[in-house]
């Protein structure tokens, strides 16, 4: 570690995987409920709903600690301001802490959520961003300060790299994205066109602009790769993102009463949208056959890889499988959905921030050799569940299109009867996500502490 500011990043990554580990843990209880719905004393809509926010802010989170870890690196320089960090951490963590308490209390208590000043006070009910409004507020708060110390942080040498603009272009752009979700429009056509652009922009846009970012700096610190080829590659790769990811968001626009032509236009681009990911696998390949036989730290380099390789399967791959319009409008809303949500958020966002962990901790701990064996245990451990998962899931989605969409029965008889035993599977794969979840947790609060008595 170059800098002592960049320790601030442990705090980050401390807080993500024990979201992570939150997230997971919901998880599971969501997936014995589609079988026992009185299973918990919070319902389904509670429990998924902590599910897919614990998603969302711990990788916020690990992609904040992340950047706290490569701006002063690519800077050359301590962060500008690291009690603004610490205030910043520490703010966020309070936010998230009153909005999950919020959602459990609503989950018990429903008249809890009252209206205070115009708008509730616990939940305001739009799918996937229900924060309440003072919550919304903290966050956009918490973000412009994590991105005022960031570019003051440049500004202090005034040293620019491309790995910096992409990736604080990607966080700019994620925080810009936010605000269309925070006003309302009484024509739920004009609500649904921005309620997608921060669903779904963020992923199929700023997100990937972050994770290109990412991956080019892991890259070069692990394999000490040229940063002008990689840079020629991330434009590449961020071009086509950007072209292929605004675009492509129409194939959601087709189902919220706008023109026809967004069937077409979004069907189409969401088809191109696998042709930056697929450059990312084969330039990460193409960079590490030469020089990977010497990497100390496998497990990173490994980690980085999957990355490439997982994001291109699950967000191409099982994104183009049910995007094209002719598929799509059977399959919309069904179990494939969830099977390519699942397998691309792990692929794409779940393995990226887990690499740059594993790429930096040690060297914020000062460890030149740490066991890297819980890390390929965890990787694992979480892979082969996931895949079987999403396995499972698909399997769920195809019986379901068939059954309900084609041959008419009804949802209910679909979930209890046809799909029980993916159900069933699908509990059982969570608990081994779980596991390695569990070993990732404890090593990442061990990781370098203890120097491995054989480099292992």
Known sequence: ??????????????????????????GIIAALQFMWPDFFVLNFNTIRTLHINALVVWLLMGMMGATYYVVPEESETELWSLPLAQLQFWATVLAVTLVVVGYIVMGIFPQANMEIFGTLLLNEGREYIEAPRWADILIVVSVL?????????????????AVQGVLLGGLTFLALMYLPGMFYTKSMVKDQYWWWWVVHLWVEGSWELI??????????????????????????EVGLVMFTGILGLGHHYYWIGTPAYWLWVGGIFSSLEPI?????????FRTTRETRGVVSNR????LTVSHAIFNFVGAGLWGVIHTLPQVNKWTHGTQLTTAHGHLAFYGAYVLLIVAMIYVTVPSIRGAKEFNQS???????WMTISMVFIVVTITAAG????????????????????YNLWFWIFRAIFGVGFLVGVLILVVDVLTLGKKPAASGS
Not at 211 to 236: E, P, Q
Not at 277 to 283: A, E, K, S, T, Y
Not at 299 to 302: A, N, V
Not at 403 to 415: A, P, Q, T
Request: proline share 1%; glycine share 4%.
């Open 374 to 380: 819980k890390g390929y245990q965890s990787f694992w």
């Open 211 to 236: 994770a290109a970012a990412l991956l080019a700096f892991m890259l070069h610190k692990l394999l000490g790769t040229d940063v002008k080829v990689l840079a020629k590659w991330m434009y590449i």
């Open 276 to 284: 930056p990911l697929l450059l990312m696998v084969w330039d990460a």
């Open 398 to 417: 195809m019986v379901q299109t068939y059954l309900e969409r084609l041959f008419g029965l009804d949802y209910v008889s679909v979930k209890a009867n």
């Open 145 to 161: 300060l994590f991105l005022f110390n960031c570019f003051m942080t440049i500004m202090k040498t005034k040293k620019f790299t």
């Open 299 to 302: 497990i990173g380099l490994y």
């Open 1 to 26: 570690m170059k800098y002592q500011s960049q320790k601030i990043a442990l705090n980050f990554y401390t807080a993500a995987v024990v979201l992570f580990l939150v997230q997971v843990l919901v």
